[in-house]
């Protein structure tokens, strides 16, 4: 299925993109799309950590996902 | 009507709005944090600051802290607004006003609100520095 991915901050840097598209099995949980997103783009481990966003929320790592949801790279906040 | 304003802007920020909006005839006192750009970080003189913002997820979070304030703490109104794009030293990058009927609760809430801003919210700041630019908080 296809996801929408942002990135934000320095994950953007990183990786050279604002969005992109990423294919992932059907059923597959956050965690899953960690780790083939790592494979794909090891720039991201460059990072001490991040959070993942799903449709505008924090997402746990055992969160489903369906198609088309949207999910956002959250490096490090330091907003205020 | 309701006793929350959130808002992120590219505009200057207007304390007058943030203060006007919590002011209440219920209410002892009004506690107000500014942030403002400082000039150096680690003895560096820094030029400029951008922030860059998740903007729908971001007043999501924003909203949320409002909330929870209300509902932790004795407060009747609070504003949280936050800028975003290029700032310059000096400049307000958010500000923070609640209204309580006494001020230990006002103090309070705006303590949490701002520091649950910083670890939640997913805004960026990106330093400007006279020979380069990092992003605050990254560690890469």
Redesign the interface.
Known sequence: MKMNV?L???SA??IGASRLEFELEKQSSVADFKELFQEKYSNVT???SYAV?VN???ASDDLKLQENDVI?I??????? | MSNTSVKITAEKLDLNACYAFVADDSCGGIAVFVGTVRNSTQNKEVTQLDFSTYKPMAVKEMQKIADQALESFEIEKIAIHHAEGLLQIGDVPVIITVSAPHRKAAFAACQFAIDTLKETVPIWKKEHFSDGEVWVNAHP
Do not use: K, R, T, W
């Open positions: 942002l934000f901050g320095i840097d990183l460059q990072l001490n966003a505008e929320n924090y956002a959250i490096p490090p906040v330091s907003g205020g």
